[in-house]
Structure formats: structure tokens, C-alpha cells
């Protein structure tokens, strides 16, 4: 789908300095706590802008960019623990004690991170309102979003790239696939059903879209849940 794709996440601390991190993707879920200074991140869950504290959670092969501010930026990434709330952006009261706790072992800093987190709401623009809407099943067409929003088709697509780094239509495309990854994980409804009711043109166009993705077709991303939760029956991954 051309994004920079990278492989496995480093566990532990890393710097930025300002500037912009391009659209990328992460094969591997991660949770990322910030440390210090303060960036916005634009990705597959939403548009946030995070300081000291906050803890973004990224699923398995979601793509975000990072637009880093004037001040450099760290940040702790941590795998991702069992028991974490749904939602992408939480806060942590201590992050001093999680990085304490880190520098012996990365599993047990996320396991607190999960067992002392709260929610936080973003504050949303209207980018961010459209990436909720393409997020969601059966999602509306662009022209109509833009006209009900008494918005141009072109200042949507323009306002949108901006913001997120890619086209709503790519947006949306993306969302459907990883929301078939879901589905496929968590039921044995059949691909062609699965694949009309998130609104592709039919199973082929599914396994396209999940292979370009993962690498596997649907039916082999189906195997490869199986492997690994008959291994490892708690294992997130999405």
C-alpha cells in the first residue's frame, strides 16, 4: 500500500528530534508512552495530539505519521499487555514508575501501564470526524460526507492529506482491511459473506487488499490466527 514498512518495534527508549516522521507501518503491536516534549500523531485509530504522560496504542499493522515539535521528544515503547481499555489513547499518573520498572523488564512496565491507565478523548476537527467515519463498516462516500459537512470535495481531499498523509479513499480502503483482519480473527463466518458485508466488491477484492497488507491471502491469515491462538490462547493480534 506504500508506506515505509518496518518489522519489529524496539522496545525501550527512543529520541526525536522536530520534524516530520513520515506515513509508516509496524507489523508489530506496540503501546508508546511519551516521556517528554510533545507531537501529533496521525494514523489507522485517529488524529491525537500527545504530551508527557499519554500512552498511544498501536495494533498490529496500523500506519501512523508523527509530526514532532520544536523540542526534541521521548518516548518508551512497550508490547502491548492483556486487560488494556479499546481505546487508542490512554494516560498513565506515573510514567517515572513505568521507566523504572522498564529497566528491568519491558513485559512488567506494560502490564502496569495496563493496570493503571485511564481513557483520554482527543479534541477533534473535521479531519479527524472523517477518519471516524471511514473507520466505520459500509463507510459513507466522500461527496456525500463533504456536502453534508457543507464542505468541497477538493478542500476535503486537500484538508485530509494534510492531516493524516494520505487520500480519504486510501484512508478508508485501509480501515476495511484491517477490519477484515478482525472479523477473520475473531469468527469462522465464510470470506465471501465477511468480505460483502464490510463492503468490498467481492472475496478476490478482500484478499488482495489483505494481502498487500500482511502478505497473507484471507484464507491464509485465517490459518495463521489459528496457529497462534492454539498456541497461545490469549494472544492479541490486532
Keep these: ?27 508489530q503491536g506496540y503501546l508508546t508512552l511519551v516521556l517528554c516534549g510533545g507531537y501529533v500523531e496521525a494514523g489507522d485509530a485517529g488524529r491525537f495530539r500527545v504530551r508527557e504522560g499519554d500512552v498511544l496504542v498501536h495494533g498490529a499493522y496500523e500506519t501512523h505519521q508523527d509530526r514532532f515539535e520544536r523540542r526534541v521528544a521521548a518516548v518508551l515503547n512497550l508490547p502491548l499487555a492483556a486487560g488494556l481499555p479499546s481505546a487508542a489513547l490512554l494516560r498513565v499518573a506515573d510514567p517515572d514508575a513505568v521507566v523504572r520498572l522498564a529497566e528491568t523488564s519491558v513485559d512488567a512496565a ?24 471511514l473507520r466505520r463498516p459500509q463507510a459513507t462516500g466522500i461527496g456525500d460526507w463533504a456536502r453534508r459537512h457543507s464542505l468541497t470535495p477538493a478542500t476535503v481531499s486537500r484538508g485530509f492529506r494534510q492531516a493524516y498523509g494520505t487520500t480519504p479513499a486510501r484512508y478508508r480502503m485501509e480501515a476495511r482491511t484491517r477490519l477484515a483482519l478482525e472479523r477473520i480473527r475473531g469468527s469462522s463466518q465464510p470470506l465471501v459473506d465477511l468480505a460483502f458485508d464490510l463492503g468490498f466488491a467481492d ?36
Design 1 to 27: 500500500m506504500g508506506e515505509r514498512r518496518l518489522g519489529d518495534v524496539h522496545f525501550g527508549r527512543e529520541t526525536f528530534d522536530a520534524g516530520d516522521l513520515p506515513r509508516h507501518r509496524h507489523v
Design 110 to 133: 506494560a502490564a502496569l501501564v495496563s493496570s493503571s491507565c485511564t481513557e483520554s478523548k482527543p479534541v477533534m476537527d473535521w479531519p479527524d470526524l472523517l477518519a471516524e467515519a
Design 203 to 238: 472475496q478476490a477484492h478482500m484478499t488482495r487488499s489483505l494481502t498487500q497488507l500482511t502478505g497473507m491471502s484471507a484464507s491464509g491469515w485465517r490459518r495463521h490466527v489459528k496457529r497462534i491462538q492454539d498456541a497461545k490462547p490469549s494472544a492479541r493480534l490486532v
